[in-house]
């Protein structure tokens, strides 16, 4: 677990400072983005394992931050988690379609973010 990268992108401060105590308490290390435009500029430099990303933000959504995500070699190991308000069937398919690894709803329980990302890193 020790160093592993993961960036979280999500327009809401207060969820991004939660979630970065959440994880930093165990030992990641966390860099955060507020929009998907910015997590497209800075990931080549942060080179994230795991990105916990929201789908409903101002520009570039999570669908199309994981897209990208995904059709660069540069991140074949980059795992992806939605965290996100939409929840419908069709929400659902379409983060899965575009390449995650798991789909959440919000409001999310804390250990179950932690559990997941423990499982997907391994």
């Not at 991004?16 to 290390?29: C, F, K, M, S």
């Amino acid at each position: 677990m020790a160093n592993k990268k993961l960036l979280i992108v999500d327009d809401e401060p207060n969820i991004v400072l939660a979630l970065r105590i959440l994880l930093e308490d165990e030992g990641y290390e966390i860099s955060y983005c507020y929009d998907g435009a910015t997590a497209i500029e800075n990931i080549d430099s942060l080179k994230p394992d795991l990105v916990l990303l929201d789908v409903m933000m101002p520009g570039v959504d999570g669908f199309t931050v994981a897209k990208y995500i995904r059709n660069n070699v540069k991140f074949t190991h980059t795992n992806i988690i939605f965290l996100t308000a939409k929840g419908t069937k069709d929400d659902k398919m379409e983060g899965y379609n575009s390449g995650a690894e798991y789909y959440m709803v919000k409001p999310f329980d804390n250990d179950a973010v932690l559990d997941k990302v423990k499982e997907l890193l391994g």
